[in-house]
């Protein structure tokens, strides 16, 4: 379920497109909105920095990708009512992702961007901690966990606005972000679930993993406003280092 971090990711990609003399070989500015130009080179960045990072431009590594926290609280109208936590926790993949559509952007920033992308497999592994219940049945547990999903779709919308500061100096400032996964399949594994008890942590495990659809979509709000905030951090690193115009040609 936390793999949903991944889409965060994308964002900063999308806006790593500087000065060649400045940046790493290969990445070119693009016309602001030359869409076709923006995927590839997300995907250029994607392919070749999602490992390493690109320190020129604030972008830290993406994969993995480290949390040192991730919280989602508990939802008493819904049948997945429960505190998950986790902490110092990596998420792995996201070099495989491939953006489908990188759009919105414009001069004056006035249209929401959207990022589309495909990843074949992110992991969640780390510290976690659980109390609550599922489907009617309690569940608590603390340890690793390690959490996959499978050919996902990552859809985030971001809405920026311009700052000027100075002549020929225009900042984008991060307003809003929404991030959306929606996995072909996930799978749970929690270590340590009731405290060691091996029965009724394969009774959980069967649940979770027989109803991961159903307990998805009920934690995806969450989720989405987590990974938002996650991906405004990674954004607002980048955009508050280099002015757009040497981000892109505008």
């Known amino acids: 379920m936390e793999l949903t971090l991944a889409l965060v990711l994308l964002f900063g990609c999308a806006s790593t497109y500087g000065h060649a003399s400045d940046f790493p070989s290969g990445i070119e500015r693009c016309a602001i909105m030359d869409e076709q130009c ?4 997300v995907n250029f960045v994607l392919r070749n920095y999602a490992k390493s990072g690109i320190k020129e431009l604030g972008l830290i590594p993406l994969d993995p990708l480290h949390v040192k926290k991730f919280k989602i609280g508990r939802n008493p109208h819904s049948p997945v009512n429960i505190d998950l936590s986790f902490h110092e926790m990596d998420i792995l993949g996201l070099h495989q992702g491939v953006a489908k559509r990188v759009s919105g952007f414009t001069r004056d920033l006035s249209r929401s961007i959207e990022l589309v992308m495909e990843v074949p497999e992110i992991g969640v592994r ?53 991030v959306e996964l929606d996995p072909s399949h996930v799978t749970y594994q929690l270590e340590n679930l009731f405290n060691g008890q091996k029965d009724l942590s394969e009774n959980m495990h069967a649940l979770i993993n027989e109803n991961w659809k159903d307990i998805f979509n009920e934690l995806k709000p969450g989720i989405g406003e987590a990974f938002g905030l996650i991906a405004k951090s ?17």
């Open 126 to 178: 780390g510290p976690y901690s659980v109390d609550g219940r599922i489907l009617i049945l309690p569940i608590t547990g603390n340890g690793i966990a390690d959490i996959r999903l499978t050919r996902t779709k990552v859809r985030a919308q971001i809405k920026l606005k311009r700052v000027s500061k100075g002549d020929h100096q225009t900042y984008a400032e991060v307003m809003n972000i929404k």
């Open 38 to 41: 923006l995927e590839d080179r």
């Open 234 to 250: 990674v954004v607002d690193r980048i955009f508050g280092k280099l002015p757009l115009e040497q981000l892109f040609v505008v």
